[in-house]
């Protein structure tokens, strides 16, 4: 995607599947790049923000450090669907800053460097065996493939683009309900690899996925708001949906 210009993808494809930084997506549709997103798979994973001993709710983060692990890493991304949830803007309302990995994050805020950082579900549980303060402790939408083609590929030829999200919907769907056949599928790209460790790539897979690559709103905006950071111009883009104000 780095190499994307107006009207083309990358390495002369028609359709891009994958996801990395979101920086990588936002950036080039800022610059003029005729990108469009087809759809995004989204899982939920449950996350706590932990924070310093003073902190009653997450909107007491206002004027506050965040700690994450990058800038459009999973923590930042997390934080920042936290951060919108309690009715904060996590670009003007709190400083995001760089600390590391978690536990180098729960040790900061547990020395007060940063007031405030989410841990996942597995992480949680050990700051709070540690002593430390966890809230809010909800399922986070997290962006883990987008589909992506440029608009005027669309134009081209719409009717082929319906048929490939068709066709790959039903791929998904055969993946999730033919376990054994899908299984048999990975083996013949992973010949040699004992059964169990097969079985664990599926799953590993299939929990990321969902029926449909339907977009979250949440997800989307803080997308956005990672790319807001390095480009304000990331401001004026809106995800189609408000996103849900989660009690």
Known sequence: VAHVGP????????????????????QPILGGADLVLLG??????????????????????????????????RSDM????????????PVKDVEVVIAGFSANRAAAVNKDLIQGTPLNFDLSAQAKQLGLKVLDEKE???????????????KKDEELVRQFVKAYASATHFYLTHRSES???????????????LEGMYEAFASQLKPLPIFNAEALQ??????????????????????????
């Open 222 to 247: 803080a997308m956005i708001d990672v790319a807001g950071v390095a480009d304000q111009r990331a401001s004026k883009l809106k995800s189609k949906e408000k996103p849900a104000r989660r009690e």
């Open 7 to 26: 009207g083309q993808l990358g390495f002369g494809a028609d359709v891009l599947l994958g996801f990395g930084n979101p920086l990588a997506i936002i």
């Open 183 to 197: 299984i048999n599928i990975i083996k013949k790209y992973f010949s040699g690899t004992d059964q169990r460790t």
């Open 140 to 154: 986070v939408p997290m962006v883990t493939s987008l589909l992506v083609t440029t608009r005027s590929f669309v």
């Open 78 to 89: 997390a934080a920042r669907v936290m951060l919108r949830r309690a009715g904060l803007d």
């Open 40 to 73: 995004s798979h989204v899982s939920d994973e449950k996350f706590g923000m932990c924070v310093s001993e003073d902190i009653a709710s997450v909107k007491d983060l206002k004027g506050m450090k965040v700690g994450v692990s990058s800038l459009g890493g």
